[in-house]
């Protein structure tokens, strides 16, 4: 009887810690997120696109035309997202946050395409 309560109580003390530990390590070799991360917010969006915008001036991938209409899109949402928050209070309605996705989608896909079309600075 000790010996299974003794069993009992190491397994319940070392259970947490073997999880936490199993948690943490992620594979070396995975570096897409997981199908349980979130998605990223508009925020991280902007900011992953405009780093985007950037290495492609930084690589030559980018013409200037390009990258100019490119901000000019990007500087359109920003101001369309504004516009929605003022009338909301500050707020984006779950609406608002599908269209402002819908547009980073587009604008993703455009950037792609300028990056990939040959054209070189």
């Known amino acids: 009887m000790k010996i299974t309560k003794f069993a ?8 947490p810690a073997a999880i936490y530990a199993q ?14 991360d979130k998605p990223q917010t508009i ?18 991938q980018l013409t200037a035309g390009e990258t100019a209409h490119l901000e000019k899109q990007e500087s359109g949402i920003n101001k369309e997202e504004s516009g929605m928050r ?3 209070n500050g707020k984006l309605t779950s609406q608002d946050k599908k ?6 989608n587009q604008e993703s896909k455009r950037i792609y395409s300028d990056k990939h079309n040959g054209r070189v600075r």
């Open 8 to 15: 009992l109580i190491a397994a319940l003390t070392l259970s």
């Open 23 to 36: 948690s943490t390590i992620t594979p070396a070799t995975s570096t897409a997120p997981a199908a349980t």
């Open 43 to 60: 925020n991280q969006r902007k900011t992953d696109q405009q780093d985007r915008i950037a290495q492609g001036v930084k690589s030559g």
């Open 86 to 88: 003022a009338q909301d």
């Open 99 to 104: 269209t402002i996705n819908q547009q980073q």
